[in-house]
């Protein structure tokens, strides 16, 4: 039985617990409870950072070229 042998169980990359093997083979390298806030900060920065580094570098483009055409004159 898999679930005995708790030598053989990875360990979260967080809070270094131990976690079921079968979450490594889906994929995962956080104990269930890590996993959980990962997911939910990867989510948030995903969702977070693409509008702003988007719409920043939209704004700086526009502000400096009205910047050169106002010091210009
Ligand atoms: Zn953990």
Redesign the pocket.
């Known amino acids: 039985m898999i679930e005995c042998d708790l030598n053989k169980w990875p360990r979260?990359l967080?809070?270094g617990?131990k976690f079921h093997p079968k979450r490594l083979s889906l994929g995962y390298q956080?104990?269930l409870?890590?996993g959980d806030n990962y997911a939910k900060k990867e989510t948030d920065r995903k969702s977070k950072c693409v509008a702003p580094a988007y719409n920043k570098g939209a704004y700086q483009y526009v502000s400096s070229r009205e910047q050169a055409k106002t010091v210009g004159r």
Do not use: E
Request: proline share 0%; glycine share 0%; charged share 40%.
């Open positions: 979260c967080d809070c617990d956080h104990c409870k890590c």
